[in-house]
């Protein structure tokens, strides 16, 4: 970065901090002016340890640990997998960390028969192969790479009539019950998209179906969205997305060992007790294996939105379509390799600062994972490079290269899993990443990092429009988002960041272990439809997506940065007023979400009890009227508003004391020790030990994935769930638990700003 901009951004960061304290002053103090300005910080060194970081990524590095990592198929099990893990060792230690490989031994299958047919009206055999493109160097690794396939699959041997269900959500199922099709009996085909690929298998069981095919619609990622693979970078006819179908909303995880480390020792399951495998057979195709079957049903034409981009006119069937279906598999025992680096603390070596991306891959991974994987490996050989300089970090800083996400995020479950104590004892924050694009910072995570990961991405500079990082999200947010994000991109001092559901390593860290995380990376520029196939390799990605690897370096300087604020900062940078006001938010959403679920409900049983349906009805189709549900009662939601402003005016009086103690506080070690370890506490108290309803691994009650979206978040997940799932009297249980962690929260911030106005007494 030029030095003028360097002393741009320290002044409107200056400017900032005391237009916050006036602000937060004018609110605490109601009608009292606030005039006093901050303290000074302690006085910082002329140019911060962090921004000498930002000058060290080197795109062409990330372009060659890309190259090596994807070079060959290194799927969990793999010969490359195993060699990566050693390779990306070496590296750390070359670069001056102390760095070990973590091994776990955890339940992998693999294929060992999988036969799909059409039996009627005629006979025909699906390939369920990936062809080799002759242009792309890697994609004949054929010895090396697994067939298509989703892991956690039961086996099974099926024939049954096909029935189509769009993408299988639970609201397609309604759908077809309107028009009065059950797939009870019957094998269903879902299309990828919407939901995460294992609700659907989960949702079709759940309905009495006995096998399911899920496939790529070419609307979704194929030829209607742009020029297929080689020509562009969408899904071509016979690719196909492999991918995990375990029951990850209920546990990721090896199967066999729920809760404890997949170590030698450790308990197992026998694979008939294991929860989370799905209750019948999946099978993933291409939309060209997938088309024949899907224009051999016949029955019902489905509704428009249902409607691909196939030539062919789609029906739910079941009509005269049969299939068999026949997989089975190596229910084989893996080993997968964590790689484990650290670079101790000088001041505060108790504190951890974790930061992670999976190495393993379904196929050779260009994308997924090794855009991310790059950049933080540059990051590693930064940070490095930074202590020859004379930097060492104040807290200890750990790096981990996962092994096994793509099944269901193994690696890092077990590894937190088995350091349960270790992390209750020194974890600060973890930082992920998977996977990285061009185009606008996506940053998701908790909110109590909000303002934290705001003031990084002020410091670092988009490489294609020079803006920084942040202002480039602010802009994209007014341009492109609703009335609400625009009025809040402009006006409040913060970017809102999103919450985390699932689909990466950050899952057994926030919603198991309760500790504050964040998920970061570029997004948005590029589309693709090689996800999870063959040709996620480094000849697709150095012509399609982040070719120059400048964003790869902006990842690298965005994470590097915060991983160096984070390890040396003296109080630890968490704010609440931001986590305040996004509670307020979700409770007002809460209370919006039931009050539309009784409007629905009411009109709906009006319209029955009048006759509507059958009025409005075509006799010659079949269509079935709703049946009548009995009335949501209300809900008492006023122990979480009251929460929610306890915590409120808790977060706003750290702010002020925090801001007031400044150099007093600074030159306390012993003050700052117990400052820290409170705040470092504050994350834990969102969680309770007892877990979601339904779902006792995941324990934050703040943030979890859907139970019926398996990646996107349901936020307050007890409550919008009981209120979304008519189990309302599990949703005034859940109030009340939320509420209660909100009041332990805000409890444990007044303790810590009652130190603080100790202190500067
Ligand atoms: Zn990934």
Redesign the pocket.
């Known amino acids: 970065m030029q030095p003028r901009m360097q002393e741009t951004s320290g002044k409107r960061r200056t400017a900032e901090r005391h237009r916050l304290v006036a602000i937060v002053r004018g609110v605490a103090l109601s009608g009292v002016l606030a005039v006093t300005v901050a303290s000074p910080m302690a006085q910082a060194p002329a140019r911060p340890w962090d921004e000498s970081f930002r000058a060290l990524p080197q795109p062409a590095n990330i372009k060659s640990y890309m190259q090596r990592l994807s070079a060959r198929p290194h799927h969990v099990g793999s010969a490359y997998d195993k060699d990566n893990a050693e390779w990306i060792l070496a590296k750390f230690k070359d670069w001056g960390w102390q760095a070990e490989i973590e091994r776990f031994d955890v339940l992998f299958p693999t294929p060992k028969e999988r036969r799909l047919e059409l039996v009627e009206p005629t006979k025909l055999t699906a390939k369920l192969e990936e062809p080799t493109v002759a242009a792309d160097p890697t994609s004949g690794q054929k010895t090396e790479q697994l067939p298509s396939y989703n892991a956690y699959s039961i086996d099974g041997d099926v024939t049954a009539p096909l029935v189509y269900v769009n993408y299988g959500r639970p609201e397609d199922y309604e759908q077809l019950d309107r028009l009065g099709i059950s797939v009870r009996g019957a094998i269903v085909i879902a299309r990828y998209g919407e939901s995460w690929r294992g609700i659907k298998p989960k949702v079709a069981a759940e309905h009495g179906a006995v096998g399911c095919l899920i496939y790529s619609d070419p609307k979704d990622d194929g030829y209607a969205t742009g020029d297929v693979f080689p020509v562009g970078p969408m899904r071509p006819g016979e690719g196909v997305q492999r991918g995990s179908v375990m029951d990850l909303p209920v546990a990721p995880g090896d199967p066999l060992t729920p809760g404890v480390g997949a170590t030698p020792g450790a308990r197992r399951l026998a694979l008939n007790e294991a929860t989370t495998l799905t209750r019948i057979p999946v099978l993933p195709i291409s939309h060209a294996d997938a088309q024949p079957l899907l224009a051999a049903i016949t029955g019902e034409v489905v509704p428009e939105n249902w409607r691909g981009a196939l030539p062919i006119t789609y029906h739910a069937g079941p009509g005269q379509a049969k299939v068999h279906l026949k997989i089975a598999f190596n229910w084989d025992t893996r080993p997968i390799f964590d790689v484990i680096a650290k670079l101790p603390g000088s001041t505060f070596p108790d504190e951890w600062i974790i930061r992670g991306n ?1 190495h393993d891959a379904w196929v050779n991974g260009a994308a ?2 090794a855009s991310g994987m790059a950049p933080m490996l540059e990051e590693a050989r930064a940070l490095g490079e930074l202590r020859k300089q004379g930097w060492s970090p104040k807290r200890t800083i750990v790096y981990a290269a996962w092994d096994g ?2 099944p269901g995020l193994l690696g890092s479950t077990e590894w937190v899993e088995a350091h349960a104590d270790d992390l209750r004892d020194h974890a600060v924050a973890y930082i992920n990443t ?2 990285n694009g061009r185009g606008f910072l996506s940053a998701s995570g908790s909110h109590s990092l909000e303002h934290f990961v705001n003031g990084v991405a002020r410091d670092v500079q988009d490489p294609e429009t020079k803006l920084s990082i942040w202002k480039r999200r602010q802009a994209r947010t007014i341009a492109r988002g609703t009335a609400d994000e625009r009025k809040d991109a402009r006006d409040r001092a913060d970017l809102r960041i999103g919450a985390l559901g699932s689909g ?1 390593d950050y899952t057994p860290f926030l919603q198991h272990a309760g500790i504050a995380s964040l998920n970061l990376g570029f997004d948005e520029e590029d589309r693709d439809g090689i996800y999870h196939s063959i040709y996620d390799d480094f000849f697709f990605y150095t012509r399609f997506l982040d070719r120059d690897f400048v964003y790869g370096r902006a990842l690298a300087q965005t994470v590097g940065t915060s991983v160096v604020r984070l390890a040396d900062s003296d109080v630890l940078p968490f704010e609440f007023t931001g986590l305040a006001n996004t509670v307020e938010k979700y409770v007002k959403e809460l209370t919006e979400l039931l009050t539309k679920k009784r409007d629905e409900v009411r009109e709906r049983n009006r319209q029955i009890e009048d006759g509507v349906f059958a009025a409005v009805a075509d006799p010659r189709r079949r269509l079935v009227a709703p049946k009548a549900e009995p009335m949501p009662p209300a809900i008492n939601v006023a122990p979480l508003e009251n929460a929610a402003t306890r915590l409120t005016d808790s977060a706003r009086r750290y702010e002020i004391a925090r801001t007031a103690a400044g150099g007093a506080l600074t030159r306390n070690v012993t003050a700052l020790r117990s400052l820290n370890a409170k705040l470092r506490q504050a994350e834990p108290q969102l969680v309770d030990a007892a877990g979601l309803p339904n779902r006792a691994w995941y324990r934050h009650l703040l943030y979890a994935p859907g139970f019926y979206t398996g990646y996107s978040v349901k936020t307050v997940p007890g409550v919008r769930e009981g209120i979304e799932q008519a189990r309302y009297g599990e949703a005034e249980t859940e109030i009340v638990r939320v509420s209660q962690a909100l009041i332990r929260l805000a409890t444990l911030i007044d303790s810590a700003s009652t130190d603080l106005e100790t202190l500067t007494q």
Do not use: F, V
Request: glycine fraction near 12%; proline fraction near 12%; hydrophobic fraction near 0%.
């Open positions: 999976h997924d994972p996400e793509e998977d996977g990466s």
